[in-house]
């Protein structure tokens, strides 16, 4: 399932429309995976807080989103885009890849919730294809 | 026995006390058709599924979002036995329809992105906890029957 001119394109548009909120979305996206999925947290025990808005989880969501961001720049070989990245969820991070799914999911709602009128069904396709993609380059190194 | 806390009971009433059925359905269901088209498998007798447009367009598509959706009333008022409120739905999901209870997930996921469109910032961290719960004891119990 790779990424057609056409997804690309439309990540693009997508991303030219929200990076400006990009901030905002990591931090919801991050404080709800942390309430829906509570096993998450488990990646997280050495933050003072943990809740939703909080300044640790702030920061983080910036931090993934500026990953995002490389990769809709790298889009056309993310493999080697995120290569520094992939390496440091391999061998330092080790998050379980299922996470990453559970993670894409929440970005996809609340990119939903902000923007209803731009996530038509063809963006949301695109950007899902897209978010399993990087899931994947961030894998690579991980067996 | 699936405990429900009096946030997530209330929460899940609410939703549903506004739900627009004749929007929300439409909307989950031809998404989940695009965003996800081996799930077109399953409706081969729709007539045109050609690309997004299309699906969008389709009236069929839109009736059965419709249906699906007032599908999920019972569980709404039967809160404390989904299980039992969906077995029949079930082996008829299993034995008539055959649909890989995979696609339950799917489709929930859908909806839970159309709702969080509709609800904008009321859709917080808590109430799509809730939701997503509710959703993920519908999908349980419509699987329970396959064997």
Wanted: a neutral charge; proline letters at 4%; charged letters at 20%.
């Amino acid at each position: 399932m790779s990424l057609t001119p056409k997804d690309k394109a439309a990540v693009k548009a997508l991303w030219a429309k929200i990076s400006k909120s990009a901030d905002a979305i990591g931090s919801d996206a991050l404080s709800r995976m942390l309430t829906v999925y509570p096993q998450t947290k488990t990646y997280f025990s050495h933050w003072p807080d943990m809740s939703p808005g909080s300044a640790p989880v702030k920061a983080h969501g910036k931090k993934v989103m500026g990953g995002i961001n490389l990769a809709v720049s790298k889009i056309d070989d993310l493999t080697n885009g995120l290569l520094e990245l992939s390496e440091q969820h391999a061998f330092q991070l080790r998050v379980d890849p299922t996470n990453f799914k559970i993670l894409s999911h929440c970005v996809l709602v609340v990119v939903s919730s902000m923007f209803p009128n731009d996530f038509t069904p063809e963006a949301h396709v695109a950007f899902d294809k897209f978010l399993t993609a990087v899931a994947l380059a961030l894998s690579e190194k991980y067996r | 026995m699936v405990e429900w806390s009096d946030f997530e009971r209330a929460t899940i009433q609410d939703i549903f006390s506004k739900m627009e059925y004749e929007v929300v359905g439409p909307a989950a269901l031809s998404r989940c058709l695009v965003v996800y088209p081996w799930t077109q498998r399953y409706f081969g007798n729709f007539g045109n599924l050609y690309n997004a447009a299309a699906i969008i367009a389709n009236p069929l598509v839109a009736k059965h979002g419709t249906t699906i959706l007032h599908g999920l009333d019972r569980a709404v008022k039967n809160m404390d036995d989904i299980k039992a409120t969906y077995a029949e739905l079930s082996v008829l999901h299993s034995e008539k329809l055959h649909v890989d209870p995979d696609n339950f997930k799917l489709l929930s996921d859908c909806l839970t992105i159309v709702v969080a469109a509709k609800l904008g910032k009321d859709f917080t961290g808590d109430v799509q906890a809730a939701f997503q719960k509710f959703l993920a004891v519908v999908v349980s119990s419509l699987g329970r029957q396959y064997h």
